[in-house]
């Protein structure tokens, strides 16, 4: 549904934004385009939804070429970028009612999915507010509602969730893992990195406009270096079990209430190996494996890239 060959932008004053990425998205997944601030997320996102012409390279979306096709584009998209999409003169029942007729729905089938997104949203108490009142974290709720109504195959979403509170995030999260079952593709940026991993089917990471890293969570694991955890309890610890472990190298070691957890390099079977050697002289009680997450890995590829972007 989106194919993306050696995409590329550069602005007037000669910055730039994105440099020959390349990537592609199926039917009914939801792909992730992360990086710190100014890695060109944002600038990808606006060239595949036709507000920015690409200096080169080709993007196809739902079969349409963003620089030959943009208004066949547009009519296969429905997108919630950083940019306020609201009408903030309409209340918010106006703003989803006019986005309903523009998108050709009828009167009846408008209503039935403002209903819907109306619910799914919590925004019942604010049908009648005026959106230019609405808070920030409201506004990009309605923008979602509006997404929500539209049956366009392929969903855009910049940093859609921001300003929300976590229950709402966590209804979002939900009803766009919703909207991929149903076989639309959604492809989505964000700076909360436990969203992605719960959500994403595939990743890339940006940095300074190129992909620095792409694939799903057991390939980003894989190209890490700190790729995985072990949790280990000992039937009996003592120092001399602790001494055992730390022997091993392992790239750090935390103890809290008679459990290890252990970071280290190398191959699942080659630690599995290494624990098996070391419960034969100190027998372990438990061992568990975790890969991992979607922040340990964000930290070891971009390093202080990583560190100032969230400071910043």
């Not at 409201?138 to 969903?155: G, T």
Request: aromatic share 6%; net charge neutral; charged share 30%.
């Amino acid at each position: 549904m989106v194919i993306v060959e050696q995409l590329r932008h550069v602005y007037r004053k000669g910055k730039i934004a994105v440099d020959g990425i390349s990537f592609r998205v199926g039917r009914g997944k939801i792909f992730g385009l992360l990086g710190p601030n100014g890695a060109g997320k944002t600038t990808t996102v606006r060239m595949l939804t036709t507000i920015l012409r690409p200096t080169s390279g080709r993007a196809i979306v739902a079969g349409h070429d963003v620089t030959r096709e943009p208004l066949a584009v547009r009519r296969s998209i429905v997108a919630v970028l950083q940019e306020n999409a609201v009408e903030t003169l309409l209340s918010t029942r106006d703003n989803l009612l006019l986005y309903g007729y523009l998108h050709g729905y009828s009167r009846q089938d408008t209503r039935r999915r403002v209903d819907r997104v109306v619910e799914a949203l919590e925004l019942n108490e604010y049908l009648d507010t005026r959106a230019q009142t609405l808070s920030g974290g409201y506004k990009r709720r309605l923008q979602v509602a509006k997404a929500l109504m539209v049956d366009a195959p392929v969903i855009f979403l910049d940093e859609a969730t921001t300003g929300m509170d976590p229950l709402i995030k966590r209804r979002v999260v939900e009803l766009i893992r919703q909207e991929a079952e149903r076989g639309r593709t959604v492809l989505l940026t964000t700076q909360l990195l436990d969203e992605a991993e719960a959500l994403c089917d595939r990743i890339v990471l940006m940095k300074e406009g190129k992909v620095l890293a792409a694939g799903t969570m057991a390939e980003l694991r894989q190209r890490a270096h700190k790729a995985f955890r072990l949790f280990v309890r000992f039937q009996q610890d003592s120092p001399e079990a602790e001494a055992m472990l730390r022997a091993l190298a392992p790239r750090s070691v935390k103890s809290e209430h008679g459990e290890y957890e252990i970071t280290v390099e190398g191959s699942e079977d080659q630690w599995i190996r290494e624990m098996a050697r070391v419960s034969e002289r100190h027998p372990l009680e438990h061992l568990e494996i975790r890969g991992a997450d979607l922040e340990e890995i964000f930290f070891e590829l971009y390093g202080d890239v990583a560190v100032e972007a969230q400071a910043g």
